[in-house]
């Protein structure tokens, strides 16, 4: 079927809004009646030759007294669902009176089957039929659907003679009608779009990301890929296509099964239909949805492992209620977000304001371990996941687990103003548990913040797009894996730090600067003496005889009644600091992949704090025990472009001319005032 002919079919269907609903509904609000409508006239037409198989079937199945009904009705049905009400849509049109309609469609929405009730309910169509029928739009919208001059069956409409009159509409015909529909609307209401809708050049270049850097390893066989924040499904069905394509062109032969938790009620009504009208029944039964299903507190999958999985997961949005769900922080034993990392329990909750990483944490709990091509992940995030959280705060533990487990293959910063409802910054991230050799202890940073075409008209916030070349350069930079000015490669270490407390003595004048004083002492006189940068530091602790000294570790050298004696001093709160000091201070970590020592670590930040601290506070020592471990990834700092500098010649004529300018206008002024 040609595209021609969809549009048209599409036209034709967004045009019964305005016809049918002009008066009834504000415009934002016709997709509540249209999407629904659609798919339901879609699964009527598709169900008609086999309707009285199903009635005959359910029949018998009521009469033997077999509860368990659906798989049989489906197997009469020909299809992954049903209908098994007296009624037609057809039948439906012929209805003389209003309140007769209304009960007869009420009662021919009932017989359909589970998966399409639970599509019907999440889209609450039957909230809308009260003021369909009072206002006699049901009748009018029903014969609409039913028109003539459109066919939404599968079956082509003959003329008298036998010769085709309309095409048959095929699954992926009908899937795209539907998908046009949604994009529609979803773009006169861009508002919300963007909520629940990533644009498809952005989901094209993620499916690419995750197939194309192992698409000659791709075997025939079965692979699943999960969303776990599906929205609409597009990013499901894009790499199913993606991944058919290439395995295709490869002479393998792949089947697909798609799995997806969605928590927005019409959303994932839509991801659903979408895929019951493309033929995909059993793809349809793994989306799991609505409001009580959250990724975060109720994952649909626990235990599943996935081959490939791609998101884009709400940014910013509050998951306090999923917290408390799950126990509270004191509580959480979510195998997903509490994990053994190196010897260690790492938490990996991160601030209830915003659980994005948690959607990546999740999709990281279910890679398969066990299969030679692993799993492959792509997510979009702002740019919060890459800085947010202190050392050894939830956000800095993921992005520590992930890197020292060598996860992270890259990042792309995308261009700005790419998403519809927001201008921040987005980046994708691309992960995998089977790195390829030459990628090893390494991620690459890709700023592909330049690379796209602009749109003739906004939509939304989105003013721009990836192109066919863009998509295409961003993947081959990706492959090629070199240095250049937008690609840039660091051994895994290059964002891992430690955070130091660094402390100094407290120093008080007039005090005893040979003894020891107790916490309760030390305490009064904080509040008695005047602390000055000359006078003597309390001391709170003299050691026996023998202990090393170690200043840089608080253990200072002191003669105290004329023999040499090692003491802690009281550190001074106000002077308190903090150092944050890299993992490449210490040599062996440039080595891709190499993790510090403890060891290392003590030389790193012992060299670290003689070069930058000692020189300007040399009382100054640090606490190991207050020692942790951070990671961050700043883009910015590693694609950061100065600006040039102006010429002296120029900055002279500028300040010359507003001298001179100055100087007119004072003259106008007292002008005015001479007599």
């Not at 779009?193 to 094209?204: I, L, N």
């Not at 948690?358 to 999709?363: A, D, E, S």
């Amino acid at each position: 079927m040609e595209n021609g002919q969809l549009t048209w079919i599409t036209n034709f269907i967004w045009g019964i809004a305005d016809d049918v609903l002009r008066d009834l509904y504000v415009r934002g609000k016709y997709r509540d009646v249209i999407l629904p409508m659609t798919v339901i006239r879609r699964l009527d037409a598709v169900l008609e030759p086999t309707k009285q198989a199903v009635l005959n079937m359910k029949a018998s199945l009521d009469k033997a007294g077999i509860v368990h009904q659906d798989a049989a009705l489906r197997q009469a049905a020909g299809q992954a669902f049903y209908n098994t009400s007296p009624f037609t849509l057809r039948d439906l049109k012929a209805r003389a009176s209003r309140q007769q309609l209304e009960a007869d469609f009420r009662a021919y929405l009932d017989g359909f089957s589970p998966n399409v009730q639970e599509i019907i309910d999440n889209f609450e169509f039957r909230n809308q039929i009260p003021r369909l029928a009072k206002a006699d739009a049901l009748g009018t919208l029903i014969e609409k659907f039913l028109d003539p001059s459109i066919n939404l069956s599968p079956y082509p409409v003959l003329n008298s003679d036998g010769t085709v009159r309309l095409p048959g509409l095929d699954n992926h015909a009908m899937g795209t009608i539907f998908e046009e529909l949604v994009r529609r609307f979803n773009e006169e209401n861009n508002e919300e779009a963007g909520e629940h809708w990533t644009p498809r050049d952005a989901v094209r270049l993620m499916a690419r990301l995750i197939f194309e850097p192992v698409a000659d390893q791709i075997e025939s066989g079965t692979y699943l890929l999960y969303d776990g924040a599906c929205g609409t499904g597009g990013m499901l069905t894009v790499a199913e296509e993606t991944l058919l394509q290439m395995a295709k062109e490869r002479g393998k032969q792949v089947s697909v099964h798609l799995f997806g938790q969605e928590i927005n009620a019409e959303t994932y009504a839509i991801c659903k239909a979408d895929l019951l009208l493309k033929g995909e029944g059993d793809a349809a039964d793994n989306i799991v949805g609505g409001p009580e299903h959250s990724t975060l507190s109720n994952d649909a999958f626990p235990g599943r492992t996935f081959d490939f999985m791609l998101s884009n997961p709400p940014y910013g949005k509050s998951w306090k209620s999923d917290l408390e769900r799950m126990g509270g922080k004191a509580g959480i034993k979510d195998p997903r977000f509490v994990v053994q990392h190196r010897g260690e329990e790492l938490s990996l909750i991160t601030r209830t304001s915003d659980g994005q990483m948690l959607f990546l944490v999740n999709m990281l709990s279910k890679m398969k371990h066990d299969t030679s091509l692993g799993s492959r992940i792509a997510e979009v995030h702002n740019g919060s996941s890459l800085f947010t959280g202190d050392a050894g705060q939830g956000e800095s533990n993921i992005r520590r687990w992930i890197i020292e487990n060598d996860w992270l293959e890259a990042i792309v910063a995308l261009p700005l103003n790419m998403f519809y409802n927001t201008g921040i910054a987005t980046y994708v991230w691309v992960l995998t548990n089977r790195k390829p050799e030459h990628r090893k202890g390494r991620v690459q940073l890709i700023d592909a913040t330049q690379w796209y075409k602009p749109l003739r008209k906004n939509l939304g916030k989105k003013n721009c797009e990836l192109s066919e070349e863009d998509i295409r350069r961003i993947v081959d930079t990706f492959l090629k894996f070199e240095e250049t000015e937008q690609s840039k490669i660091f051994p895994n270490a290059a964002f891992g730090y430690w955070k130091v407390t660094v402390e100094r003595p407290l120093r008080l004048k007039g005090i005893d600067p040979e003894r020891a004083y107790t916490p309760k002492e030390i305490k009064a006189l904080r509040e008695t003496a005047e602390r000055a940068e000359d006078a003597p530091p309390v001391i709170k602790k003299i050691h026996k005889p023998g202990t090393a000294p170690d200043p840089l570790r608080g253990l200072f050298d002191v003669v105290i009644g004329g023999k040499p004696r090692v003491v802690e001093y009281e550190p001074d709160t106000e002077l308190r600091d903090s150092e944050q000091i890299p993992f490449l201070e210490c040599p062996a970590c440039h080595q891709p992949g190499y993790l510090p020592s403890p060891e290392d670590q003590r030389t790193a930040i012992e060299t670290f704090l003689r070069r930058e601290v000692l020189p300007y506070a040399p009382d100054a020592w640090y606490d190991p025990a207050s020692v942790k471990v951070g990671y961050e990834i700043s883009f910015n700092r590693y694609f950061y472009k100065p600006k040039a500098l102006r010429s002296l010649e120029e900055i002279r004529a500028d300040l010359l001319a507003v001298e001179r300018e100055a100087e007119g206008l004072l003259e106008e002024i007292l002008g005015r005032n001479e007599p």
